[in-house]
C-alpha cells in the first residue's frame, strides 16, 4: 500500500471544464469564508495601532507601517459593512 495513489471520482474536471458559474459560486464561498479572519485582522491591526502609539518608537517606517495597515483594514472594514447594508455612505 505504501506509494500507491488512490483517485477519487470528482477530482479531475468534467471534459467541458467547469461553467463560469461553478467557478464564481466557488469564489465568493471562499471569500466568505475569509471575512471572519479579516475582521480579526482588523482588530489586531487596531491593537497593534494602539500600542504603537503609547509606546515611544523612533523608527518612522515601522510607525507608518503599523498604522497604515490599521487604516487600510479600517477601510475595508467600511467597505464590507457598506456590502452588508450595515452602513451607508463613504465614511
Sequence with gaps: MIGEIIEF???????????????DKLHSEAFRDLEVY???????????????????CEDDRLSFAVRHLDEMLR????YNERWHGERRGTS
Design 75 to 78: 477601510d475595508w472594514k467600511r
Design 38 to 56: 479579516l475582521q480579526d485582522c482588523v482588530s489586531m491591526s487596531s491593537i497593534a495601532a494602539q500600542f504603537m502609539t503609547n509606546t515611544k
Design 9 to 23: 471520482p470528482g477530482r479531475e474536471p468534467p471534459p467541458e471544464g467547469y461553467s463560469e458559474q461553478y467557478i
